[in-house]
């Protein structure tokens, strides 16, 4: 993203957003040297931000109690043995990469069933093709979750606004399986945090594309109201 941003918007500063784990890469960039020492990041935008690069957050995060981490540390570890037999590991990405399939979760995540439709599902499968794909599935799902974003989110020194569809069962900001949607709800009701704003929109988890008009609703409003870029020494957005 650092490298994107160099190459295409050269010594000015960026609004960076991202949907789930597109929002966590957002938000470590802003909080990256590029963001903070340079100054380059002007903004953050969070579109139902996922707590981890995967699932392995879940048993280690501070945020997640101390039985949870038990369970899914042995699940993990579990799951890591399957997922390292070769065959086992192609015959699931074989079955999780079909068009029933992907349509099926796609439309289990989004309000406007309508937007579920062929050009979506064939552009999510077309990688599942790719030589290497295997690999890459296997990476995405046995690599290092990353930093979460409580400890990302004190660093961040340019506002940020999140928006949430309201319906989103991936990363719900209500109820048991929200531990850090109720996080990500509870910096944006702190009055001490005045750079830091949440909107919902009628959607599920991938808003921008379920309700863009909403989205834009949101967002746009925000943007044009940005302040001027702050000095790489200013005070944090979790901080303020």
Known sequence: VEDFCD???????VV????????????????DAWGLGLGRARGVVLLNCAAG??????TSSSLVPLGFKIFFSVFF??????ASIRPLAESALKNLATSETVTQVLKNIYVNKGAVDAELVDGILAPAADEGALDVFLNVLNGDPGTPPDEIFPL????VHMIWGDTDTV??????AAIYGRYFKGLAEDPTLPNVKMSMVHAGHVPQ????QGVHAALLPWLAGLPDPQPAGGESAASE
């Not at 190459?7 to 500063?13: I, L």
């Not at 690069?53 to 879940?58: C, P, Y």
């Open 156 to 159: 961040v020194r340019c506002p």
């Open 77 to 82: 570890v579990i799951f890591d043995v399957l």
């Open 53 to 58: 690069m995967n699932s392995k957050f879940l």
């Open 209 to 212: 594309d379920d309700n863009p």
């Open 16 to 31: 960076l957003g991202g949907n789930s784990i597109g929002g966590l890469i957002a938000l470590t960039v802003a909080a």
């Open 171 to 176: 990363t719900p900001l209500e109820g048991g």
């Open 7 to 13: 190459e295409f918007a050269a010594g000015r500063s």
